[in-house]
């Protein structure tokens, strides 16, 4: 039986029953996404109230009101979107309390870590997730980026399952019912290796908003704010991490470092710089097209239910735009990690090599590949091979209106600085 997934009613979907039932489901639910409703859902889920400094609230403004005013999105999206954001409210509250009171968590030291960075859709989910293999690394579950912090008196299931964990699971299942083609488009499995922007949520920032609905008014102010602040916060949780696990004697080894991944450092690289100073960059690199067809693809996938109608216009404007602005700001800043502290990996070289190309990200790390590091990745790939979920077929042309060689001529500065590629036809 073929693996090939065809999805021949991209702008004109068929709906299954279970996502006629969801939608209807969501217009029968009001969600008011004012500040006070969406702090006071987080106040009375933890039963904290001390949020912290209160420069959030402007972001969390800009957030509420773009959604709202948004006669697009689905009251399905409406009930998604304002769980994020009270979901994220509450990990505020929970890490403010814990940093208050024990105040050595900021003493903690992220010391060298790796930080996969590219295109989304290049090979950096796959990359972070095979070196996470290796114990000897902090990773970051899906489940943990989602609540770093449990609730306060909530103890582990009667199975031992953390309940964060059993949450996380919930949610995947619900999204695979209503879109069950994401699987083999982004898996989000609890314990699939996740971008450390997710730490970002609770202080209201990163581009990871504009990945959940189209939200042009949220980009232009993160285009406008320096990022510096919200790096740092995220590294601050990475520490409180660090600290629990500690704790819970998962490592009492100094040494052990983190990897990590996201594709929003590709055009954040000096800020990356000023908070991670002693990291390794891997840098992975794809045909831009390749990227966007697939990125675009998705996004119009998840319309059915995210939007009233599904607009694969504005996502192609939107989204070429968003990778053009990640690749300018690539190639303006690459050469601020030294090449003794940084690796280009390209998308072709990887799918023909994998282990050749980990190998030399362990070179550079300055990470010897033991014999045990090997045969966990080695059991890895064995467990994920490519394609493992279905492979999507895409038709940019069809689906887009866009001719691929025509849109590939806007990435010529990319492809005159870098050795990538062409795939898309």
């Not at 021949?8 to 409703?37: C, I, K």
């Not at 730490?199 to 406008?224: C, I, K, Q, V």
Request: proline share 6%; hydrophobic share 40%.
């Amino acid at each position: 039986m073929s693996n090939e997934i065809r999805i021949d009613d991209l702008v004109r979907p068929r709906l299954s029953q279970a996502q006629r039932e969801a939608l209807a489901w969501g217009e029968s639910v009001r969600v008011d996404f004012s500040e006070e409703n969406i702090l006071r859902a987080a106040m009375e889920r933890t039963g904290l109230s001390d949020f912290g400094a209160d420069d959030f609230r402007a972001r969390l403004k800009v957030l509420r009101e773009e959604w709202d005013g948004d006669p697009e999105i689905t009251a399905l999206s409406r009930i998604t979107l304002h769980g994020y954001l009270a979901r994220y409210a509450s990990n505020r509250l929970l890490i403010h309390d814990t940093l208050k009171r024990h105040p050595e968590i900021l003493r903690q030291k992220i010391e060298r870590p790796v930080i996969v960075l590219g295109l989304p859709r290049s090979g950096t989910t796959h990359l972070v997730n095979l070196l996470a293999a290796d114990d000897r690394f902090h990773s970051l579950p899906l489940w943990e980026s989602y609540e770093p912090v449990p609730l306060p008196g909530e103890g582990p299931l009667a199975d031992g399952t953390d309940p964060r964990y059993q949450r996380c699971a919930a949610a995947w299942a619900r999204m695979q019912a209503t879109t069950p083609f994401i699987a083999a488009m982004h898996p989000m499995e609890p314990d699939h290796i996740h971008e450390e922007l997710e730490l970002m949520g609770p202080d209201f920032a990163s581009y990871n908003f504009e990945w959940l609905t189209m939200s042009p008014r949220w980009r232009d102010h993160y285009y406008a704010s320096d990022q510096t602040p919200h790096y740092e916060y995220m590294k601050n949780v990475l520490k409180l991490l660090q600290w629990r696990r500690s704790r819970a004697g998962q490592s009492g080894e100094p040494e052990k470092r983190w990897v990590l991944k996201c594709p929003q450092h590709l055009e954040q690289l000096p800020v990356l710089k000023k908070v991670f100073p002693d990291a390794t960059v891997v840098i992975t690199h794809r045909d831009p097209v390749a990227v966007i067809q697939s990125s675009v693809t998705m996004q119009a996938y998840s319309q059915r239910i995210n939007r009233r109608h599904v607009a694969t216009g504005a996502l192609i404007r939107y989204w070429t735009d968003r990778i053009e602005h990640l690749l300018r700001a690539c190639v303006r800043d690459r050469h601020l990690f030294a090449p003794e502290h940084s690796f280009d990996s390209f998308f072709h070289t990887f799918m023909a090599d994998e282990m050749g190309t980990v190998a030399q990200v362990y070179a550079t790390a300055g990470l010897e590949l033991t014999p045990v590091a090997q045969a966990r990745l080695d059991r890895y790939v064995a467990d994920h091979p490519r394609g493992k979920e279905g492979k999507v077929i895409y038709n940019l042309k069809r689906d887009f209106g866009v001719a691929p060689d025509e849109l590939r001529e806007r990435f010529r500065f990319y492809f005159d600085r870098f050795p990538v590629r062409a795939e898309v036809k």
